[in-house]
């Protein structure tokens, strides 16, 4: 049941961020977009919710139930980045805003944009452990090790990722000549 809540609850989020996109920029209702936009936290909760009564109904604390807490973490960290990411692309689109900046290629710039989807993960990690631990605590003295075991994964995840984004700063990736040229400020002549 947790599986198919998860899944449901990810087809959700795509449904309804294409339907407040579309009321948004396609419609042009831009409050009504904006509130569908609004109930996608409704379906984490639900998935909470749903994950908590499985486990006080005597389920034993498994694989799912550590997915859950990692894909509401995701969404805590992540989630607002894709709606805005969708929303800078579908304004574009249908909103004649100007085509959303891609993420830098190269050098410091792309250091610090690595650093800062780190971070999101870092958010994803804690909210997912601390999910997990409240699980814990929740189903009291059953077996938790598949719990504790989705903690050690989400560090792992972190830390993984932080070593990613370090190399970004220590191995800064070159633009190549053409770019370097035209990224560079023009002479002044006196």
Known sequence: MVVTL???????????????LTLRYVCRMPRTGAAVLLLEPLLELALLIVTAIDLRGGATADWKH???????GYTVAY??????????????????????PK?????LARARHEGKL?????????????????????VGDGDTA???????TMARLVAVH?????????????APAKEAEL????KVLR
């Open 66 to 72: 550590g997915l859950a807490a990692v894909y509401i």
């Open 6 to 20: 998860i899944v449901a609850c990810e087809v959700g989020f795509w449904v309804l961020l294409a339907a407040g």
């Open 183 to 186: 990224a560079r400020p023009p």
């Open 103 to 107: 993420p830098p290629r190269h050098g």
């Open 79 to 100: 989630g607002h980045y894709t709606i805005r990411w969708a929303d800078g692309h579908v304004a574009h689109r249908f909103g004649g805003a100007p085509r959303p």
């Open 118 to 138: 780190w971070l999101r993960t870092v958010v994803m990690g804690a909210v997912a452990a601390g999910l997990l631990q409240l699980a814990v605590w929740y």
């Open 146 to 152: 598949t719990l504790r075991g989705w903690q050690l």
């Open 162 to 174: 932080g070593v990613i984004a370090l190399s970004y700063l220590l191995w800064p990736k070159k």
